[in-house]
């Protein structure tokens, strides 16, 4: 029989009693000698970190990409540049707006982000299981999250100020028709396709530039549910897509998407029918048609839930040579803010936990001291750059191309391509439908919209719908009215 290891403290010493205090006798107060109990009381105080403000509740799990068609005309990634090629990669699923108590099954956007352990170190990919999204640019977007989130005097989520603002943003009404649309609700992450949503650059060997966007395609089919169902599901199980995933990589039945890209020479981005870096416009795929890229697999759950979902760190500005950003506005902001949501969270040298450390490639540079540095800190190497000291030096490769920029400084909104427009997608995603499926929209936003105390809120919304599609706009209508005589 093994024997047991022994309990010790946090500085190893043996742990003589778990079950009973220190006291002043068996009836005599706890003593303040008892270090084993002040330690043990002040590491839970603290053992939760902030939660994210968005994408608070998520699950994750590892895997690898392998790449299954030659793509080296377009990019010079190292780990895209051979067919049969794996990297590991560890991707989180997450719903936006709701706390880490929340439900699995609310009507929202889920987050789809992807670390790619490569040779070049980490490429993250954070994007979600819409191709769009309700802004185009990062101004207005704690604007649009408070307004999602709990409203500072009912502290619930108002239904006033979720359609106040969209009524507002007309921009927001292909997402809006999406997330209230069939997809709105996914049965689970493995039946949900996921999307780098934003405009990204590839680069070749030869220094050509092109926009690309990613498209994953779930290998187990959209399955989706609908409100009633989620509801039912939500008040039974509120965990129920973080078990399916859980449990279908215990059973060994290993999810996976393929990708796909849309490439766009940079050369048509100017005369393209509207602006190709807009977030709330998808590109049409007769213009563009999807390339085979890989196959994204997932075959292991993290041992922790906290070391390694909790603590996992996405910046969608840690590129690798051969991938870079674009003009994209909202992505631009994304590059600072999602950086610094992870020092503020999980401290400075989050870099180094590994979960978030590169895989396959060791790193060196300058960084020093912070809290909780809990490796050797570069020892007595040099901490400054350049020195004669042998010490790591820049590497005069480009990691992407250089993106064209002119113009004055100034607030502008974007100039208009021929087709610029805040309606036509939505209403073209409309009228896609079919009536079964345009009733249950109707119907979802409905019975949201018709909670909305202001009439104005109200007209401004249906107006944004009929602006998108008459007929759209005109059953949302009916649809309020009919429930608010009720």
């Given at each position: 029989?093994?024997?047991?290891?022994?309990l010790?403290?946090e500085?190893g010493?043996?742990v003589?009693d778990?079950?009973?205090?220190?006291?002043?006798?068996?009836?005599?107060?706890?003593l303040?000698q008892?270090h084993?109990?002040?330690?043990?009381?002040?590491r839970?105080?603290r053992?939760?970190i902030?939660?994210?403000?968005?994408?608070?509740k998520g699950?994750g799990a590892?895997g690898y990409f392998?790449?299954?068609?030659?793509i080296?005309?377009?990019?010079?990634?190292k780990?895209l540049?051979?067919?049969?090629?794996?990297?590991?990669?560890f991707?989180r699923?997450?719903?936006?707006a709701?706390?880490?108590?929340s439900?699995d099954?609310?009507?929202?956007?889920?987050?789809?982000?992807?670390?790619?352990?490569?040779?070049?170190g980490?490429?993250?990919l954070v994007?979600?299981?819409?191709?769009?999204?309700?802004l185009?640019?990062?101004?207005?977007f704690?604007?649009f999250?408070?307004?999602q989130?709990?409203?500072?005097?009912?502290n619930?989520?108002?239904?006033?100020?979720?359609?106040?603002?969209f009524?507002?943003?007309p921009e927001?009404?292909h997402q809006f028709?999406?997330?209230f649309?069939?997809r709105?609700?996914?049965?689970s992450y493995?039946?949900m396709?996921?999307?780098?949503?934003h405009?990204?650059?590839?680069?070749n060997?030869?220094?050509?530039?092109?926009?690309v966007?990613?498209?994953f395609?779930?290998?187990?089919?959209?399955?989706?549910?609908?409100?009633?169902?989620a509801a039912?599901?939500?008040?039974?199980n509120?965990?129920?897509?973080?078990?399916?995933?859980?449990?279908a990589i215990?059973r060994?039945?290993?999810?996976?998407?393929?990708?796909?890209?849309q490439?766009?020479?940079?050369s048509?981005?100017?005369?393209?029918?509207?602006?190709?870096?807009?977030?709330?416009?998808?590109?049409?795929?007769?213009?563009?048609?999807?390339i085979d890229?890989g196959?994204?697999?997932?075959n292991?759950?993290p041992d922790n839930?906290f070391?390694?979902v909790e603590?996992?760190?996405?910046?969608?500005a840690?590129?690798?040579p051969?991938?870079?950003p674009?003009?994209?506005?909202?992505?631009?902001?994304?590059?600072?803010?999602?950086?610094?949501?992870?020092?503020y969270?999980?401290?400075?040298?989050?870099?180094?936990?590994?979960?978030?450390?590169?895989h396959?490639?060791?790193?060196?540079n300058?960084?020093?001291d912070g809290q909780?540095?809990?490796?050797g800190?570069?020892a007595?190497?040099?901490?400054?750059?350049?020195n004669?000291?042998?010490?790591?030096?820049q590497s005069?490769?480009?990691?992407?191309a250089p993106?064209?920029?002119?113009?004055a400084t100034?607030?502008?909104?974007?100039?208009?391509h021929?087709e610029?427009?805040d309606?036509?997608?939505?209403g073209n995603?409309?009228?896609?439908?079919?009536e079964?499926?345009k009733?249950r929209?109707?119907e979802?936003?409905a019975?949201?919209?018709s909670?909305?105390?202001?009439e104005?809120i109200?007209?401004r919304?249906?107006?944004?719908?009929r602006n998108?599609?008459?007929?759209?706009g005109?059953?949302?209508a009916?649809?309020?009215q009919t429930?608010?005589?009720?």
């Amino acid at each position: 029989m093994t024997k047991k290891k022994t309990l010790t403290t946090e500085s190893g010493a043996p742990v003589p009693d778990n079950q009973n205090s220190q006291t002043a006798g068996p009836n005599g107060p706890v003593l303040l000698q008892d270090h084993h109990l002040i330690e043990k009381l002040a590491r839970f105080e603290r053992e939760r970190i902030p939660e994210r403000v968005v994408h608070a509740k998520g699950s994750g799990a590892y895997g690898y990409f392998e790449v299954t068609k030659d793509i080296t005309r377009y990019t010079k990634a190292k780990f895209l540049n051979q067919v049969g090629k794996r990297t590991e990669i560890f991707i989180r699923f997450s719903t936006v707006a709701g706390e880490k108590g929340s439900a699995d099954t609310v009507r929202d956007p889920r987050g789809f982000a992807i670390k790619f352990y490569t040779e070049d170190g980490n490429y993250d990919l954070v994007g979600n299981d819409t191709p769009i999204f309700f802004l185009r640019d990062p101004l207005k977007f704690a604007d649009f999250i408070h307004s999602q989130k709990r409203d500072p005097y009912t502290n619930v989520q108002e239904p006033d100020n979720v359609w106040d603002f969209f009524s507002l943003s007309p921009e927001a009404t292909h997402q809006f028709t999406w997330l209230f649309g069939d997809r709105g609700i996914p049965a689970s992450y493995r039946n949900m396709d996921g999307f780098g949503s934003h405009t990204f650059q590839w680069v070749n060997a030869k220094g050509e530039a092109f926009w690309v966007k990613y498209h994953f395609k779930t290998d187990q089919g959209i399955r989706c549910l609908t409100s009633k169902e989620a509801a039912r599901i939500a008040g039974e199980n509120p965990d129920y897509h973080h078990l399916d995933l859980l449990h279908a990589i215990e059973r060994k039945e290993y999810p996976s998407w393929t990708l796909k890209m849309q490439i766009m020479p940079v050369s048509e981005a100017a005369n393209y029918r509207f602006n190709p870096f807009d977030l709330t416009k998808v590109w049409l795929h007769k213009d563009y048609p999807l390339i085979d890229v890989g196959k994204l697999v997932l075959n292991r759950n993290p041992d922790n839930y906290f070391a390694d979902v909790e603590q996992a760190a996405f910046n969608p500005a840690n590129f690798v040579p051969g991938i870079g950003p674009s003009p994209d506005k909202m992505l631009q902001g994304r590059l600072f803010a999602y950086g610094d949501a992870h020092r503020y969270r999980l401290g400075v040298n989050h870099t180094a936990l590994p979960v978030n450390r590169p895989h396959a490639v060791d790193t060196h540079n300058y960084g020093r001291d912070g809290q909780m540095r809990f490796d050797g800190n570069s020892a007595r190497a040099k901490n400054y750059e350049p020195n004669s000291f042998d010490g790591p030096a820049q590497s005069n490769e480009p990691t992407y191309a250089p993106i064209e920029v002119h113009g004055a400084t100034g607030s502008f909104a974007w100039e208009r391509h021929k087709e610029d427009n805040d309606f036509v997608q939505a209403g073209n995603l409309y009228r896609l439908m079919s009536e079964d499926e345009k009733n249950r929209l109707v119907e979802n936003i409905a019975n949201s919209l018709s909670h909305v105390s202001r009439e104005e809120i109200i007209e401004r919304t249906i107006s944004n719908f009929r602006n998108a599609d008459p007929d759209y706009g005109n059953r949302i209508a009916k649809a309020v009215q009919t429930l608010q005589k009720h």
